[in-house]
């Protein structure tokens, strides 16, 4: 079965850098892009960008552009989001999810929070 | 960018209620539309694609209708386990922007 793998909760202080993992399981990882996501406490859903698995081309939600980066690892069927120079306003839930066919995300993985504090 | 725009931003039925909710996007979308339920401390699930495609496993009085610029999402009897906050999702093109989440209670 499809299975995100999400690595765990990470306490960073103002100005560093968070990498999360995203860990793919139970298709070909190449086959299909990899979305992330965050939630902030109490907020909703915000799209912080894409990457296809199949040749790493990246899409960025412009207001991250300059401090996010994600990347694959199609050995390991792994995606990675880094988000640097953080901020307090980036505590936040963060999800990577399985785009299928550019129209849904079916799969989601467990979340990781992320928490910016000094 | 397209803004997605949900409507209620909250909303209170009683069991067995017919519930609809709005998604409005600021240009046509065509169908690319998905709608997502989460329940309190939960992940994200996929409920309806395609603007109409009921999601496997996701009970029948869910359903989704819409193209272009305006989408619906119909609980046509509402359950108490569908207490959640709803988020429709653009996929036409980058950035794939959620609408502002819409809460339902009992």
């Known amino acids: 079965q499809v299975q995100l793998v999400q690595s765990g909760a990470e306490v960073k202080k103002p100005g560093a850098s968070v990498k999360v993992s995203c860990k793919a399981s139970?298709?070909?990882?190449?086959?299909?892009?990899i979305i992330w996501v965050r939630q902030a406490p109490g907020q909703g859903l915000e799209w912080m960008g894409w990457i296809s698995a199949y040749n790493g081309n990246t899409n960025y939600e412009q207001k991250l552009l300059g401090r996010v980066t994600m990347t694959t690892d199609t050995s390991t069927s792994t995606a990675y989001m880094e988000l640097r120079s953080l901020r307090s306003e980036d505590t936040a839930v963060y999800y990577c999810?399985?785009?299928?066919?550019?129209?849904?995300?079916?799969?989601w993985g467990q979340g990781t929070l992320v928490t910016v504090s000094s | 960018d397209i803004r997605m725009t949900q409507s209620p931003s909250s909303l209170s039925a009683s069991v067995g209620d017919r519930v609809t909710i709005t998604c409005r996007a600021s240009q046509g979308i065509r169908n690319y539309l998905a709608w997502y339920q989460q329940k309190p401390g939960k992940v994200p699930q996929l409920l309806i694609y395609a603007a109409s495609t009921l999601q496997s496993g996701v009970p029948s009085r869910f359903s989704g209708s819409g193209s272009g610029t305006d989408f619906t999402l119909t609980i046509s009897s509402l359950q108490p386990e569908d207490v959640a906050t709803y988020y429709c999702q653009k996929f036409n093109s980058a950035p794939q922007t959620f609408g502002q989440g819409t809460k339902v209670e009992i």
């Open positions: 999810a399985r785009d299928y066919g550019g129209s849904h995300c079916d799969y």
């Open positions: 139970g298709y070909t990882f190449t086959n299909n892009a």
